[in-house]
């Protein structure tokens, strides 16, 4: 059974920071190509970062230079560093693992986590 539980997030100032971890389990974290996504109220989920199969990360443009996504396969986690924290980046942060095997996707998800920016 997979599970996939992330923890991390809360209320913070604009202009602050939080680190939202994902920790694995059920699964062969180091084959899967981890990422967050994040949903705000009356919004479609977006992707904020992800690492794709060759190992390089990508953003969407609204957080690059500002978050991180880093990953520690001894511990079958994948981070999340968030700083200079804006209003429009309030949204539950959810944890995805996806995998391509043959033209079959593998994606599982965590229950979110949600992060509020606000003074």
């Known amino acids: 059974q997979v599970q996939l539980v992330e923890s991390g997030g809360g209320l913070v100032q604009p202009g602050g920071s939080l680190r939202l971890s994902c920790v694995a389990s059920g699964l062969t974290f180091n084959v899967y190509d981890m990422g967050w996504y994040r949903q705000a109220p009356g919004k479609q989920r977006e992707l904020v970062a992800r690492?794709?199969?060759?190992?390089?990360?990508e953003y969407t443009d609204s957080v690059k230079g500002r978050f991180t996504i880093s990953r520690d396969n001894a511990k079958n986690t994948v981070y999340l560093q968030m700083n200079s924290l804006k209003a429009e980046d309030t949204a539950v942060y959810s944890c995805n693992a996806h995998m391509s095997v043959i033209g079959r996707n593998y994606d599982y998800w965590g229950q979110g986590t949600q992060v509020t920016v606000s003074s």
């Open positions: 690492f794709t199969g060759s190992g390089i990360t």
